[in-house]
T-cell receptor, first 108, second 113 residues
């Protein structure tokens, strides 16, 4: 079956770049998504990428897609303490299938 | 435009009881999806409703059911609650086209004692 894998934790210092990685299995997914969840809150859509794209940039966020390796990454430039949260990647099948989430901890 | 609204925010129930959770989608959205989030299993898809019809269903037992009303509001029901049903239940809405972005509510935290 479909499975989305992410590393569980990432710790960075304020001002550094963060890179969160994800692998997925369903090559037929049209879109791939990144969601953010802060404590006690629901999921906030951060960005998404169409499967025929290699890269998408949106302000501090850069998404890279390697379709051959089924690898997706989210880079956050100039990471701030307010970026501390859990980040989920998801593929559509058509329901969203989520990874277990990467907890990003930003220290000042 | 108001976001997705879920009520209640917190619920405490005992084993064997049933519970109903409510979700009001973003105005104009016709699709409502439900997800269960637990520390162990992560986010799992329950079902999706579009125009009052269940369009997609995940792998949950029949104790989990839902419905959608003509105004697109949705409810999900869990009967004969088990301890393992303790979770954050998230509702998401979209216009209803394929591969659309989902907008999530803040969830209902259900605790089963």
């Amino acid at each position: 079956g479909e499975d989305v894998e992410q590393s569980l934790f990432l710790s960075v210092r304020e001002g550094d770049s963060s890179v969160i990685n994800c692998t997925y299995t369903d090559s037929s997914s049209t879109y791939l998504y990144w969601y953010k969840q802060e404590p006690g809150a629901g999921l906030q859509l951060l960005t998404y990428i169409f499967s025929n794209m290699d890269m998408k940039q949106d302000q501090r966020l850069t998404v890279l897609l390697n379709k051959k390796d089924k690898h997706l990454s989210l880079r956050i430039a100039d990471t701030q303490t307010g970026d501390s949260a859990i980040y989920f990647c998801a593929e559509s099948d058509p329901a969203l299938i989520f990874g277990k989430g990467t907890t990003l901890s930003v220290s000042s | 435009k108001a976001g997705v609204t879920q009520t209640p925010r917190y619920l405490i129930k005992t084993r064997g009881q049933q519970v109903t959770l409510s979700c009001s989608p973003i105005s104009g959205h016709r699709s409502v999806s439900w997800y269960q989030q637990t520390p162990g299993q992560g986010l799992q898809f329950l079902f999706e409703y579009f125009s009052e019809t269940q369009r997609n269903k995940g792998n949950f037992p029949g104790r989990f059911s839902g419905r959608q009303f003509s105004n697109s509001r949705s409810e999900m029901n869990v009967s004969t609650l088990e301890l393992g049903d303790s979770a954050l239940y998230l509702c998401a809405s979209s216009l209803g086209q394929t591969n659309e972005k989902l907008f999530f509510g803040s969830g209902t935290q259900l605790s089963v004692l």
